[in-house]
């Protein structure tokens, strides 16, 4: 018998990617780029995460699927920070990093952490950089009176939800994966998926409003 732990993240956090992604569709037209970019990372995301559990299921390998969804979701995510952005710096400072990450995960891979292996150098790497334009951006606009009713407020608030605490995750995983403590390790990936759930819960809410003003 299949357990609800199990089925909370294999099945259930996974499915809750089309929470978003439904919100979206019928706003699609009249929303703005950054919105539509992260309404196609999630695509992206879905279609990675359903390879990866049927490469599972399959009893095959999956891990060099992570080491693809790190460098799509990084890229993803810091061309969603470059289009909210005003300042000229920091946008050519993203769109540096965005060109550099990739060569540093393909590097990672071929001569540090097989493609079989968790990318714990570039998972944690990613999960900082991510948080760190997020704050940086919050820091750069203040909080307007409006705040509540911007989308990109909203995807903020999902951003800061999950990577802070991936980072840590990410971090400890090496740790994690020599363990033989598999209620801790069942514990700490079922908190990761909970922070996935309402991550994608809290953008649900900013594609709500999508189409509003920043």
């Known amino acids: 018998m299949i357990s609800i ?88 400072a993203i769109g540096l990093i965005m060109v550099l990450f990739p060569i540093i995960c393909i590097l990672n891979f071929s001569f540090l952490q097989s493609l079989y292996t968790f990318n714990t150098y570039t998972r944690p790497l990613e999960a900082i950089l991510i948080t760190f334009f997020c704050l940086l951006y919050l820091y750069k606009s203040g909080f307007a009176e409006d705040w509540i009713k911007q989308p990109t407020s909203w995807f903020n608030a999902g951003i800061l939800i999950y990577f802070p605490a991936a980072f840590i995750i990410f971090i400890l995983s090496n740790y994690m994966l020599a363990s033989k403590n598999v209620a801790m390790n069942t514990i700490v990936w079922n908190v990761h998926a909970a922070l996935v759930l309402l991550m994608y819960i809290v953008w649900a809410r900013g594609f709500r409003l999508a189409g509003n003003g920043r």
């Open 5 to 92: 732990k199990y089925l909370f993240y294999t099945i259930i956090v996974p499915g809750s990617i089309f929470i978003p992604l439904l919100v979206f569709v019928p706003r699609y037209k009249t929303a703005k780029k950054e919105e539509r970019l992260l309404f196609f990372y999630l695509i992206t995301a879905g279609l990675i995460n359903l390879a990866a559990i049927i490469l599972s299921l399959y009893g095959r390998p999956n891990l060099p699927l992570l080491h693809l969804y790190t460098i799509m979701e990084a890229t993803f995510l810091l061309g969603y920070f470059q289009l909210i952005f005003k300042e000229p710096f920091i946008k050519k």
